[in-house]
């Protein structure tokens, strides 16, 4: 009796560098959904609930919208990663399109004239800066069992900021079109 195979989808569907180049370009995307272990995929989704609950007047009945968001976001991500970052040879989670959705949802407040965009806006730069210059908590690194790529919190912050411009754009256009 023969075994079934077993097919390795993580390394199929990582983000790594080395593998984009060599042609391998869904890595870009499906990088975002991998996690290397438990922990880092629930605080991943607790992190994505608390969210799309704290903007969710920016998301309602507009999931259409949010899912275009979020495959955005991931692109720029995996894009952004690939293209500024080529040392970091692999990497895997959703914490920089995270990064990405909490800013996005932070400058929504803030054309909704909602002064905690302002707030939620200065603490996310607040914490990507500090990360950026300290890195991140030797507790998180232990807890996920891996280096917290803080360099995707960056690319996503600068993804979210992208993509809201990008938003409020077509959004002025649609409703002062002529």
Not at 9 to 22: M, P, R, V
Not at 32 to 43: E, I, P, R, Y
Not at 117 to 122: I, Q, R, S, T
Not at 157 to 175: E, Q, T
Request: charged share 15%; aromatic share 16%.
């Amino acid at each position: 009796m023969t075994s079934p195979m077993i097919i390795d989808t993580y390394s199929i569907f990582k983000f790594e560098h080395d593998a984009i180049t060599n042609g391998q370009v869904w890595r870009i995307f499906t990088g975002n959904f991998l996690h290397t272990n438990a922990w880092h995929l629930t605080m991943n989704l607790a992190g994505l609930w608390v969210i799309v609950l704290l903007h969710e007047l920016h998301y309602k009945r507009h999931t259409p919208k949010l899912a275009l968001l979020f495959i955005s976001l991931c692109i720029f991500e995996g894009v952004g990663l690939y293209i500024f970052y080529p040392e970091l040879k692999s990497y895997v989670g959703l914490s920089g399109v995270l990064h990405g959705l909490f800013t996005f949802g932070a400058i929504m407040d803030i054309r909704k004239g909602l002064f905690s965009g302002y707030l939620l806006l200065l603490g996310v730069i607040a914490k990507v800066a500090y990360e950026q210059y300290f890195g991140a908590s030797n507790g998180m690194t232990e807890l996920i069992n891996a280096r917290v790529a803080t360099e995707s919190h960056l690319v996503g912050v600068i993804a979210g900021l992208i993509c809201a411009l990008f938003w409020s754009f077509v959004a002025y256009r649609f409703r002062y079109r002529k």
